[in-house]
């Protein structure tokens, strides 16, 4: 099997003006797809892998053999992370709806309080990376990787995230991530994180304890 681009469900254009055309046609035409390209790359030759799930290899990297583990960490991590990314956008995005709404005032108090925070996340993710808003053991988590790292890799479920390296806003917002950050949100698919949200609690019992995660 080879891995592909996924097909994207919005148009290079549904976003702007926050996230404008030429930024979303050449994140996913070019980094997006270099990401998969590479990947496929560094799992040629080695059949076995070939068939798993990225999000599987993701979960347990140790059982990837040394020599490629770092090229699967890096290049899995960006195919799976942007993957993961483009479903969370949408045009005209709104506010938190559904069971995620209720999850996000029971853990961060309000809505504004989680904003702030995962907002402050992404702001301080030093260089290239990601904010995540994750489920840890049960909980909601706010949290960043650096580079292409996956929460996956952590034990973590993803639930929301944003991607923050520079390929990601530079054409339209240049040096200023804070307003790239503000735009964002209002182009975010909360219907799409509820999904999510409510995928992640079945993986868990009323201890915590993760049974075996699917994504
Ligand atoms: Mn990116």
Redesign the pocket.
């Known amino acids: 099997m080879k891995h592909e681009l996924p097909k994207l469900n919005i148009e290079y254009d549904d976003l702007e003006p926050y996230i404008d055309k030429e930024t979303m046609e050449v994140?996913y035409t070019k980094?997006h797809q270099a990401y998969v390209d590479k990947l496929n790359a560094a799992l040629e030759g080695h059949e076995d892998l070939k068939n798993i799930k990225i999000s599987d290899l993701l979960r347990d990297l140790n059982k990837i053999p040394e020599d490629i583990r770092n090229a699967i960490k890096n290049n899995g991590g960006g195919h799976w992370n942007?993957s993961f990314f483009w479903l969370l956008l949408k045009k005209n995005g709104a506010d938190p709806v559904g069971e995620i709404s209720e999850a996000i005032k029971n853990k961060f108090r309000t809505f504004d309080n989680f904003k702030e925070e995962f907002t402050n996340a992404a702001l301080t993710r030093f260089g290239s990376g990601w904010a995540w808003l994750v489920m840890n053991n049960g909980e909601l988590e706010i949290m960043g990787t650096a580079n292409q790292d996956c929460p996956l890799s952590e034990g973590k479920i993803p639930i929301l995230t944003l991607?923050v390296?520079e390929?990601?806003y530079y054409i339209k917002y240049l040096w200023n991530r804070a307003e790239y950050i503000k735009n964002w949100w209002k182009v975010v698919n909360w219907e799409k994180i509820n999904e999510n949200y409510k995928k992640a609690i079945k993986y868990f019992d009323k201890e915590g304890i993760s049974k075996k995660l699917r994504i």
């Open positions: 994140h980094h942007h991607d390296w390929h990601s």
